[in-house]
């Protein structure tokens, strides 16, 4: 996989994707487009989204709506890292089973969300969820 990011002005980023796609990022806080920091938290909550409703489709289970809600702590100094990160998933659909979703939300972060495996090796990643 490769990427370019490319400076645009001030503190403004172009990032291209090798599959074509290009986002906006913004280092002065997310004044005008997202920051990278907050780039990496959405990565960790779209990959483990993607695990929660694969895993629930494949399972059988008729979802039809999966909202992950991300919440942060982060070091005070430079560098400003994640020092915790917890994803709370809600989950709608019919007849879920609660405890087939319970397993879906941690297999993601504990075995299969690229993502969430790569920042939990120096963050605290934790996890809840509700069917709404």
């Not at 980023?13 to 986002?23: K, M």
């Not at 695990?51 to 289970?61: I, M, R, T, Y």
């Not at 709506?65 to 709370?88: D, M, Q, S, V, Y």
């Not at 709608?92 to 609660?98: H, I, K, R, V």
Request: a negative charge; aromatic letters at 6%.
């Amino acid at each position: 996989m490769q990427a370019e990011v490319k400076w645009v002005e001030g503190f403004k980023f172009l990032g291209q994707s090798q599959s074509g796609h290009s986002i906006v990022m913004d280092g002065s806080g997310g004044a005008t487009a997202p920051s990278p920091m907050e780039m990496v938290l959405m990565a960790a909550g779209g990959c483990s989204s993607v695990d929660v409703v694969d895993g629930l489709k494949s399972a059988g289970q008729s979802i039809t709506g999966c909202n992950a809600k991300l919440e942060t702590t982060r070091r005070e100094t430079a560098p400003k890292i994640f020092t915790a990160i917890n994803i709370h998933f809600e989950v709608s659909g019919d007849n879920l089973d609660p405890e087939l979703v319970a397993k879906v939300c941690a297999d993601s972060l504990e075995k299969y969300c690229s993502v969430c495996l790569m920042l939990g090796a120096g963050v605290e990643m934790t996890h809840s969820w509700e069917i709404v």
